[in-house]
């Protein structure tokens, strides 16, 4: 039995989960019920899309994104696990041997259960599969678990799995790019107050004193925050709570024109369209999880207009 069809038969649900063969032979779980729908691939347990029935789509995916196996996709919800950003080992021969954002994003994912709840909504979860591959790089025994809940909200939880004897330490963020109207008339609230660090400016720490506006490349890690944000877009009209825990940083990013230019992946003008808002545990707040427990970080993705 190929895989496709080993998924259908284990994990599908009639008229609301199916997998298929998708672009580049990258396998696609493609979820619709009453409230919305979504693509998902397997690869990275990488969400591409996220529509509700009654509003523009909420997760933005780049016009120029790339599907190849074990390439990170431009847009949609990459998994940046076990660490964030660039791997910092202390010695930059090593260093450069680890992918940006960690293992998940570009590594297999299995799907382990699908179900549908009794509010409609569908939910299915996925493992990162552990091969050789993710051992060298990551050789602490663990497991890491996605469970994606669609519905009238888009709800995540990223839960890893210290299964091992020693504890380690692990920072992560759901790099979620959303659709924005346009990013003059885009505002993010929430993170007023907080010290960030300021990575287009010499990683710099500062403090935000007002609502983000976002006027040039911004690329800041807002650290020791557990409050929601708010993108208030008032181009479409709405607002997009990110409601957070088990996370206490706050990632918020766009490229802006000159280095969106360079991204082959990106599309040209295509960055006024979108806006990271990265729910993550980085920098001074990475998470040593110990042995035998695990930690979770949860995010709550919902619309809301008038
Ligand atoms: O989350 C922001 C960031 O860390 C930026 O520094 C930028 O590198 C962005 O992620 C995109 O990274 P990627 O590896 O997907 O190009």
């Avoid at 993710?134 to 839960?159: F, M």
């Avoid at 403090?207 to 409050?227: A, F, G, H, M, Q």
Wanted: hydrophobic share 40%; charged share 20%; proline share 5%.
């Amino acid at each position: 039995m190929d895989e496709v069809t080993n998924l259908n038969h284990r994990f599908a649900i009639n008229g609301h989960l199916s997998f298929e063969v998708g672009e580049n032979g990258l396998l696609m779980a493609n979820i619709q019920n009453a409230y919305a729908q979504a693509e998902i691939m397997l690869q990275g347990a990488h969400i591409l899309t996220y529509q509700p029935v009654d509003d523009a789509p909420l997760i933005w995916l780049s016009p120029k994104a790339k599907y190849l196996p074990g390439k990170a996709v431009r847009g949609g919800v990459p998994i940046c696990w076990p660490w964030f950003g660039n791997y910092e080992s202390g010695n930059p021969e090593t260093d450069k041997n680890y992918p940006a954002h960690g293992i998940a994003r570009t590594g297999m994912w299995e799907v382990i259960n699908s179900e549908m709840l009794p509010n409609g909504a569908t939910r299915i979860t996925f493992a990162l599969l552990m091969d050789e591959a993710a051992a060298r790089l990551w050789p602490h025994p663990s497991a890491l678990h996605y469970i994606v809940t669609v519905g009238r909200d888009l709800i995540l939880e990223l839960v890893t799995h210290n299964t091992g004897s020693s504890p380690f330490t692990i920072s992560e963020a759901l790099h979620t790019y959303f659709v924005i109207g346009d990013i003059d008339a885009t505002q993010v609230s929430g993170l007023e107050g907080c010290a960030y660090i300021d990575k287009v400016d010499g990683f710099k720490r500062k403090t935000e004193p007002e609502k983000v506006t976002v006027t040039s490349e911004i690329d800041r890690v807002y650290l020791n925050t557990t409050e929601d944000c708010i993108i208030e877009d008032h181009k479409l009209h709405r607002n997009i709570l990110v409601a957070k825990t088990g996370s206490d940083t706050t990632v918020v990013w766009n490229p802006w024109a000159e280095k969106a230019a360079q991204m082959a992946d990106m599309g040209e003008g295509s960055y006024r369209g979108m806006l990271c808002v990265e729910s993550a545990n980085a920098a001074e707040n990475a998470v040593t999880v110990a042995p035998g427990t695990h930690h979770s970080m949860c995010v709550v993705y919902a619309v809301q207009r008038g």
